[in-house]
């Protein structure tokens, strides 16, 4: 069981994000640089500690950790969402194509992400499930009005079927 920051909120939730870049802004871009990038947004520009998120997902399919050094570690509450970062996980997304600042009428997981992103997420997602009791998975748009991360998320499409029974 995960357990986040000295008050030990059990992590039960995975909360989608997609960054507020262009599509194809990570093309060529390594990790190294990606993460440089987040900790000028968050840490220099917004006077945070760390990057809000748990981990950034790649249009590659890579899964963005560096053991808590920057990015936040699994066991530290997050800062990913107003009122809602006690006992969930923030995953950030990097668009393949531009995510609009409005929600688009029905909008996918596919308008804007890659098939390998929704194969690394979907790994990474099993992967929390056997270290947490995962229960559900959201947008950051379930708790603000935004359209990030560009698509409804439904907790049934993304829960792996051990977390979900």
Not at 65 to 84: K, Q, T
Not at 121 to 130: G, M, N
Request: aromatic letters at 10%.
């Amino acid at each position: 069981m995960i357990l986040q920051g000295r008050a030990k909120y059990p992590v039960r939730e995975a909360v989608l994000h997609t960054s507020a870049t262009p599509g194809g802004w990570a093309d060529g871009r390594s990790d190294e640089e990606i993460l440089d990038s987040f900790w000028q947004w968050h840490v220099r520009e917004n006077g945070w500690r760390k990057i809000g998120y748990h981990r950034i997902l790649t249009p590659e399919g890579r899964v963005i950790h560096d053991n808590g050094r920057r990015l936040r570690s699994l066991y530290e509450v997050g800062a990913h969402v107003r009122e809602r970062n006690r006992g969930t996980i923030g995953i950030c997304l990097i668009p393949a194509r531009t995510v609009p600042n409005v929600m688009k009428r029905g909008a996918t997981f596919d308008d804007y992400y890659t098939p390998e992103q929704r194969q690394a997420l979907t790994q990474y997602l099993r992967e929390l499930a056997e270290l947490t009791d995962l229960r559900w998975v959201t947008g950051h748009n379930d708790y603000a009005p935004k359209a990030c991360p560009g698509f409804q998320v439904r907790s049934a499409d993304w829960l792996p079927e051990r977390a979900a029974a």
